[in-house]
Nanobody, 120 residues
């Protein structure tokens, strides 16, 4: 059964960058649509970005367009989220998830999350 592990979170100053990774094990990531989601303190989880199994289709939540880039390397069984020009409102726990359908509704398998804190 597919398992997902996120990494790359941490503390960064406003305007900085981070790259999150979502690594898969026990199955081949290439079969799945992958999404990144986040949950800020006191708020509901929201979708951030989604990428189709082939990588040919991507979408982004409005507030991250032009700053975040989702990509995948199926040979490495990994999906990435490059986050640039980070803002304090990007703070939260970031989760990757796998599903069968684009654009990432519904998702069947979730990682444990990685914390991103944007603060000076």
């Amino acid at each position: 059964q597919l398992q997902l592990v996120e990494s790359g979170g941490g503390l960064v100053q406003p305007g900085g960058s981070l790259r999150l990774s979502c690594a898969a094990s026990r199955s081949t990531l290439a079969y799945y649509t992958i999404g990144w989601f986040r949950q800020a303190p006191g708020k509901e989880r929201e979708g951030v970005s989604c990428i189709s199994s082939s990588g040919g289709l991507t979408n982004y939540e409005e507030s991250v367009k032009g700053r975040f880039t989702i990509s995948r390397d199926n040979a490495k069984n990994t999906v990435y989220l490059q986050m640039n020009s980070l803002k304090s409102e990007d703070t939260g726990v970031y989760y990757c998830a796998a599903g069968s359908y684009y654009p990432c509704i519904p998702m069947d398998t979730w990682g444990q999350g990685t914390l991103v804190t944007v603060s000076s």
